[in-house]
Protein backbone atom coordinates (compact mmCIF):
# COMPACT_ATOMS: atom_id res chain seq x y z
CA UNK A 1 0.00 0.00 0.00
CA UNK A 2 1.18 3.77 -0.55
CA UNK A 3 0.11 6.32 1.30
CA UNK A 4 0.83 10.26 0.65
CA UNK A 5 0.85 12.64 3.42
CA UNK A 6 0.50 16.62 2.46
CA UNK A 7 1.82 19.28 4.47
CA UNK A 8 2.26 23.74 4.71
CA UNK A 9 -1.29 24.57 3.90
CA UNK A 10 -2.79 27.50 6.21
CA UNK A 11 -3.78 30.97 6.10
CA UNK A 12 -2.01 33.61 4.30
CA UNK A 13 -2.79 36.81 3.36
CA UNK A 14 -3.80 37.84 -0.69
CA UNK A 15 -0.43 38.29 -2.00
CA UNK A 16 1.60 35.77 -0.13
CA UNK A 17 3.24 32.45 -0.39
CA UNK A 18 2.68 29.19 0.71
CA UNK A 19 4.85 25.90 -0.21
CA UNK A 20 2.63 22.43 0.05
CA UNK A 21 4.54 19.16 0.16
CA UNK A 22 3.74 15.81 -0.24
CA UNK A 23 5.51 12.80 1.17
CA UNK A 24 4.48 9.46 -0.96
CA UNK A 25 5.52 6.12 1.44
CA UNK A 26 4.92 2.54 1.84
CA UNK A 27 5.66 0.17 -1.02
CA UNK A 28 7.12 1.90 -4.60
CA UNK A 29 8.97 0.84 -7.11
CA UNK A 30 8.72 4.01 -9.54
CA UNK A 31 6.68 6.89 -9.59
CA UNK A 32 5.29 8.78 -12.73
CA UNK A 33 3.62 11.87 -12.98
CA UNK A 34 2.69 13.09 -9.79
CA UNK A 35 0.32 16.73 -9.24
CA UNK A 36 -1.68 18.80 -7.38
CA UNK A 37 -5.56 19.24 -7.53
CA UNK A 38 -7.90 21.38 -5.72
CA UNK A 39 -11.17 21.65 -4.73
CA UNK A 40 -13.26 24.94 -3.46
CA UNK A 41 -16.28 24.57 -1.82
CA UNK A 42 -19.50 23.75 -4.57
CA UNK A 43 -17.01 23.21 -7.16
CA UNK A 44 -15.25 19.99 -8.96
CA UNK A 45 -12.04 19.02 -8.22
CA UNK A 46 -8.99 20.27 -10.75
CA UNK A 47 -5.77 20.25 -11.59
CA UNK A 48 -3.36 22.85 -10.55
CA UNK A 49 -0.18 21.80 -11.44
CA UNK A 50 1.44 18.17 -12.62
CA UNK A 51 5.24 17.13 -13.39
CA UNK A 52 6.38 14.05 -14.80
CA UNK A 53 9.49 11.75 -14.04
CA UNK A 54 11.50 13.57 -16.53
CA UNK A 55 10.73 16.73 -14.98
CA UNK A 56 7.76 18.32 -17.53
CA UNK A 57 5.28 20.30 -16.09
CA UNK A 58 2.11 21.48 -16.98
CA UNK A 59 -0.39 24.15 -15.26
CA UNK A 60 -3.89 25.27 -15.32
CA UNK A 61 -4.30 28.90 -16.65
CA UNK A 62 -5.24 29.71 -13.37
CA UNK A 63 -2.09 29.65 -11.67
CA UNK A 64 0.54 30.32 -14.83
CA UNK A 65 3.36 32.12 -13.46
CA UNK A 66 2.60 32.20 -10.11
CA UNK A 67 3.18 28.38 -8.89
CA UNK A 68 6.16 25.95 -9.62
CA UNK A 69 6.01 22.63 -8.88
CA UNK A 70 8.96 20.61 -8.33
CA UNK A 71 9.67 17.04 -7.34
CA UNK A 72 12.56 15.30 -5.44
CA UNK A 73 12.60 12.07 -6.73
CA UNK A 74 14.74 10.32 -4.12
CA UNK A 75 12.79 11.27 -1.54
CA UNK A 76 9.72 10.24 -3.53
CA UNK A 77 7.93 14.23 -2.61
CA UNK A 78 6.52 16.59 -4.94
CA UNK A 79 6.28 20.03 -3.85
CA UNK A 80 3.99 23.27 -4.82
CA UNK A 81 5.82 26.85 -4.55
CA UNK A 82 2.90 29.28 -4.29
CA UNK A 83 3.17 33.07 -4.71
CA UNK A 84 1.12 35.77 -5.50
CA UNK A 85 -1.89 34.16 -3.98
CA UNK A 86 -4.62 35.48 -4.65
CA UNK A 87 -8.14 34.96 -2.44
CA UNK A 88 -9.84 32.82 -5.65
CA UNK A 89 -6.67 29.98 -4.43
CA UNK A 90 -8.82 29.44 -1.47
CA UNK A 91 -9.44 25.60 -1.28
CA UNK A 92 -8.52 22.07 -0.49
CA UNK A 93 -5.47 20.85 -2.06
CA UNK A 94 -4.85 17.00 -3.00
CA UNK A 95 -1.77 15.54 -3.93
CA UNK A 96 -1.85 12.92 -6.82
CA UNK A 97 0.81 10.17 -7.69
CA UNK A 98 0.36 7.57 -10.21
CA UNK A 99 2.88 4.62 -8.29
CA UNK A 100 4.28 1.41 -9.55
CA UNK A 101 4.56 -0.88 -6.44
CA UNK A 102 6.59 -3.78 -8.57
CA UNK A 103 8.02 -3.94 -11.59
CA UNK A 104 5.60 -6.56 -13.27
CA UNK A 105 2.40 -4.01 -11.87
CA UNK A 106 0.86 -1.53 -13.69
CA UNK A 107 0.37 2.13 -12.46
CA UNK A 108 -2.14 2.83 -9.59
CA UNK A 109 -3.54 6.26 -8.76
CA UNK A 110 -3.09 7.34 -5.28
CA UNK A 111 -4.36 10.85 -3.12
CA UNK A 112 -3.36 12.41 -0.24
CA UNK A 113 -5.75 13.43 2.14
CA UNK A 114 -5.74 16.98 1.39
CA UNK A 115 -4.36 20.32 2.83
CA UNK A 116 -6.48 23.42 3.21
CA UNK A 117 -5.50 26.62 2.04
CA UNK A 118 -7.38 29.63 2.58
CA UNK A 119 -5.89 33.20 1.62
CA UNK A 120 -7.86 36.04 2.83
CA UNK A 121 -7.24 39.28 4.72
Known amino acids: QVQLVESGGGLVQPGGSLRLSCAAS????????MGWYRQAPGKQRELVAAITSEIIRTYADSVKGRFTISRDNAKNTVYLQMNSLKPEDTAVYYC???????????????WGQGTQVTVSS
Open 96 to 110: NAAVNDSPDAGRADY
Open 26 to 33: GRIFSIGV
